[in-house]
């Protein structure tokens, strides 16, 4: 059974900092890309960070370049996101993502075929 369970969230100052960790299992891990979603209240899913397996070409949202930063430890089967620099605007539920789908776009919610359930973010003073 393929499983992705994330961890990590939690209520943090702006211009805090926090560090999601997403557990992976039932599936290849070093062969699959991973990713970031995120998803606010009112708002559709939206694409935060990804890593292929090779790890060297991440990608990240122009909302979240400079200060968030993606990473993987394949022989764990884990998934990061350090998150610097916090902005309420980056208050959501984080979902990490899983798919083989290399042809395919990286930042649409279609192209993943493993979802978690997410973690709860909330950046508030």
């Known amino acids: 059974e393929v499983q992705l369970v994330e961890s990590g969230g939690g209520l943090v100052q702006p211009g805090g900092s926090l560090r999601l960790s997403c557990a992976a299992s039932?599936?290849?891990?070093?062969?699959?890309?991973m990713t970031w979603f995120r998803q606010a209240p009112g708002k559709e899913r939206e694409f935060v960070a990804a890593?292929?397996?090779?790890?060297?070409?991440?990608s990240y949202a122009d909302s979240v370049r400079g200060r968030f930063t993606i990473s993987r430890e394949n022989a764990k089967m884990a998934l990061y996101l350090q998150m610097n620099s916090l902005k309420p605007e980056d208050t959501a539920v984080y979902y990490c993502?899983?798919?083989?789908?290399?042809?395919?776009?990286?930042?649409?919610?279609?192209?993943?075929?493993?979802w978690g359930q997410g973690t709860q973010v909330t950046v508030s003073s």
């Open positions: 993502a899983s798919t083989r789908r290399y042809d395919r776009p990286w930042d649409q919610v279609g192209t993943y075929d493993y």
């Open positions: 890593i292929p397996y090779f790890g060297s070409s991440t």
């Open positions: 039932g599936f290849t891990f070093i062969t699959y890309v």
